[in-house]
């Protein structure tokens, strides 16, 4: 059996320690022991980019924003759907991981970051959004561990309103916001509701094959006839304190 190498390591910006190991030809990348993502489990990075870009089917020169690089998985996805005049902006906030991804992780992906598409920018992918207004045609996101970060905890200002509403204004007409999470958050779908996008909730497996282990996707648009078909579709919040499916009077006698 071979053994498990520890071949790299780095800081996060919250003085977290971050390390890449490989075994085999498989590669894992944890943070303070805790594992964030594994190259066997890429299967919900794949539905990103299917999910976010499926309404860019026959689109000629889409623009495209991949917040977090990770393992490479959703740019390598999104570059095989996308025409060859697209253009590719990633947004990492982590060095160590676009060196990672150069060196070591890019064969496994037939190296996308030297595809011509590609505009790879290092740095806050919130002000990147934010002097960003309506250009992009699709926003996808795997920043940190979703909505609850893990790496990072400045990554929360991006799942707030202020966020939110950064992506919205980023989006060209008809476009959709993607957003990768390990966990389901009723609390960001209402967020997402509440920043006027109509919403669709996937649950996507974690590796192909997998019918345990899942992840969750949620696809954004101010209109609903460019979402993918099928998900759950969260319901608003109620207001005024009324209650769902009221208990009806009884008639009097």
């Known amino acids: 059996m071979k053994p498990r ?15 890449l190991y490989q075994h085999d030809r498989d590669f894992a990348i944890e943070i303070n022991g805790q594992e964030l993502m594994h190259s066997r489990h890429h299967e919900s990075e794949l539905e990103l980019a299917r999910l976010g870009c499926a309404h860019l089917k026959g689109c000629r020169a889409p623009s495209i924003l ?8 959703t740019l390598r996805q999104a570059l095989d759907m996308l025409s060859p005049h697209a253009q590719v902006v990633v947004g990492e906030l982590l060095g160590a991981v676009v060196e990672w991804n150069r060196e070591f992780l890019g064969e496994p992906n037939d190296w996308p970051l030297r595809d011509e598409r590609v505009d790879l920018q290092t740095g806050d992918i ?6 960003s207004k309506s250009r ?9 561990n979703g909505p609850n970060a893990m790496t990072d905890s400045g990554n929360r200002r991006l799942y707030d309103r202020e966020g939110i ?11 959709c916001l993607a957003v990768w999470s390990a966990e389901p958050s009723k609390k960001f779908e209402q967020l997402l509701m509440s920043c006027s996008f109509q919403v669709r909730r996937f649950r996507v497996p974690a590796y192909k094959g997998s019918k345990s282990a899942s992840r969750f996707v949620w696809v954004a ?18 207001r005024n304190g009324s209650r769902r499916n009221p208990k009806r009077p009884r008639k009097s006698r």
């Open 66 to 73: 991949i917040g977090g690089l990770g393992l490479g998985y």
């Open 165 to 175: 509403q950064a992506c919205r204004r980023a989006l060209r007409d008809q476009g």
């Open 126 to 131: 919130v002000e990147l959004i934010s002097r």
């Open 136 to 144: 992009f045609d699709s926003i996808l996101l795997d920043i940190d």
């Open 221 to 238: 648009s101010e209109n609903e006839i460019v979402l993918p078909p099928g998900g759950g579709e969260p319901r608003p919040p109620l």
């Open 5 to 19: 190498v520890k071949i790299a390591t780095a800081r996060t910006p919250d003085d977290g320690r971050m390390v």
